[in-house]
């Protein structure tokens, strides 16, 4: 069974930094993308970056690069988002997902349950 | 950056009865690189449909996806009760991928 379970979010004051993990099972880690998406409180899904099967291509929203950094470790089964100088309007629920392919970005097909992450003072 | 808009913002329908729901692109989507995601609340989103009309695995057939350039339009047939949610069309053309706003289609 296809699973992908996210952890690391919390409480961060503006400017601060936090790590986001996203632990995958049941499926071949290194022949799809994986993706994260945000959706703020109460509003739409924002796509914020995507990471090719391979690791080696990475893709930002402009909103979030320059600060965001995806990465993923093979050998853990593991995809990872840096947030670095985290904003207030960075607060929302963050989801992880599969992409459909191995390539850079396509459809979402397995997500996680979110992970919150609110940026207060 | 592809704008996809929604509409209509809501739907109220009763069990039974055919939802139509339409999605709006500011340019081309080729090769129909469009998909539609339901969401509950509180729960993560759920794939439904990719490529504009393929149904993802598992997904019941009173759900289809048409359309193509850069209108596309999801359609449940037959609403049951569990289709009461909010749903979101995604293009993944171009980047930036973008998500429209979101059609909720609320019981009657």
């Known amino acids: 069974e296809v699973q992908v379970l996210e952890s690391g979010g919390g409480l961060v004051q503006p400017g601060g930094s936090l790590r986001l993990s996203c632990a995958a099972s049941g499926f071949t880690f290194t022949s799809y993308s994986m993706a994260w998406v945000r959706q703020a409180p109460g509003k739409g899904l924002e796509w914020v970056s995507s990471?090719?099967?391979?690791?080696?291509?990475?893709f930002y929203a402009d909103s979030v690069k320059g600060r965001f950094t995806i990465s993923r470790d093979s050998s853990k089964n593991t995809l990872y988002l840096q947030l670095n100088s985290l904003r207030v309007d960075d607060t929302a629920v963050y989801y992880c997902?599969?992409?459909?392919?191995?390539?850079?970005?396509?459809?979402?097909?397995?997500w996680g349950q979110g992970t919150l992450v609110t940026v207060s003072s | 950056e592809i704008v996809l808009t929604q509409s209509p913002g809501s739907l109220s329908l009763s069990p039974g009865e055919r939802a139509t729901l339409s999605c709006r692109a500011s340019?081309?989507?080729?090769?129909?690189?469009l998909a539609w995601y339901q969401q509950k609340p509180g729960q993560a989103p759920r794939l439904l449909i990719y490529?504009?009309?393929d149904r993802a695995a598992g997904i019941p057939d009173r759900f289809s996806g048409s359309g193509s350039g850069t209108d596309f339009t999801l359609t449940i047939s037959r609403l049951e009760p569990e289709d009461f949610a909010v749903y979101y069309c995604q293009q993944y053309v171009t980047l930036p991928v973008t998500f429209g706003g979101g059609t909720k289609v609320e019981i009657k």
């Open positions: 990471i090719s099967g391979g690791g080696g291509v990475t």
């Open positions: 490529s504009a009309s």
């Open positions: 997902a599969r992409g459909q392919g191995i390539g850079g970005y396509s459809g979402l097909d397995y």
């Open positions: 340019q081309s989507v080729n090769s129909n690189y």
